[in-house]
């Protein structure tokens, strides 16, 4: 590992207040060419992504409080100018409506295959719906859907279903994987080839993992299958039940340490960067 950059993360005792970041609190750049080429970790599985002249937003969750879990944190503003959205499941966490009625309702969301529907009846007319190894693409930049080893239903009860995806995002000068949530699957190796960056959830939003998560341990292990030239850690940091985080503070703060140290046993050339939920990094 030749890179290891975490910028501190704040864990008040009490919870925080539900303030709105500004634009430029949160890293957000006005206006994308086809030089710019910067990540902005909104946090959680939320990524702006600014690459070939264009932008795209990951799995947008944007409040401060998504059902029992509260930010630990400003709240982002929504950000503006985006080419399209990628949803990777239907979980509640990664498909929050209220974040996403937040964003203009004419940029197309690419979403797993069998969410189309649901996603139209709840207000988002251009839903572009891919299955593993489909494409879409926006300007200079072609989306392909990947598989991803995770639950495919919204509600434990009911509900729609989809098979999740992760997706790679390319343009000619770079190459991005994006997890979305998954355990490892057979064939990720394969996703690695030329890869520049790759976006892995380390943790959760509580003391404990279910199935289809990697923690910092696994995730070093994908980062490690992979082989890209660099890797940030995501899906830390950012939401907690209510009332719990002061009890783990650990649990928000130490998991891309953890991953950082893993991966430089296991895969010392990919550079692993740390960027703390609102924070930038120029790729």
Avoid: C
């Avoid at 902005?40 to 401060?64: N, S």
């Avoid at 926006?138 to 009911?158: C, L, N, Q, S």
């Avoid at 509580?206 to 910092?216: F, N, Q, T």
């Amino acid at each position: 590992m030749r890179v290891f950059d975490l910028t501190r993360v704040s864990l008040p005792g009490a919870p925080p207040q539900a303030r709105l970041a500004t634009v430029a609190e949160m890293g957000y750049i006005e206006g994308v060419d086809s030089s710019t080429a910067r990540l902005t970790y909104v946090g959680h599985a939320t990524v702006l992504l600014d690459m070939g002249g264009v932008r795209l937003l990951t799995d947008p969750v944007l409040r401060a409080r998504v059902a029992h879990l509260r930010r630990q944190g400003p709240v982002p503003s929504p950000p503006q100018d985006l080419d399209a959205v990628l949803l990777s499941h239907l979980h509640m966490d990664h498909l929050d409506l209220p974040s996403l009625r937040m964003l203009d309702r004419d940029v197309p969301v690419v979403a797993p295959r069998g969410a189309g529907d649901y996603l139209r009846r709840k207000g988002r007319p251009h839903v572009i719906e891919v299955a593993a190894g489909e494409t879409a693409g926006f300007g200079r930049v072609t989306v392909r859907a990947t598989p991803a080893e995770h639950d495919d239903r919204r509600r434990p009860w009911g509900g729609p279903v989809a098979d999740p995806v992760g997706f790679v995002i390319e343009s000619a000068e770079r190459r991005v994987y994006f997890a979305g949530d998954t355990a490892p699957f057979d064939g990720m190796a394969e996703l690695g080839d030329g890869l520049d960056l790759a976006l892995l959830p380390v943790s959760g939003w509580g003391p404990s993992l279910g199935p289809g998560h990697l923690d910092p341990g696994e995730a070093a292990e994908v980062a490690a299958r992979l082989a890209p030239r660099m890797a940030v850690p995501i899906h830390w940091g950012t939401y907690f039940p209510a009332g719990l985080a002061w009890r783990h503070p650990e649990m928000l703060r130490d998991p891309p340490e953890e991953f950082a140290a893993n991966v430089a046993a296991l895969a010392p050339d990919v550079e692993v960067r740390a960027v703390e939920p609102g924070g930038s990094l120029d790729l």
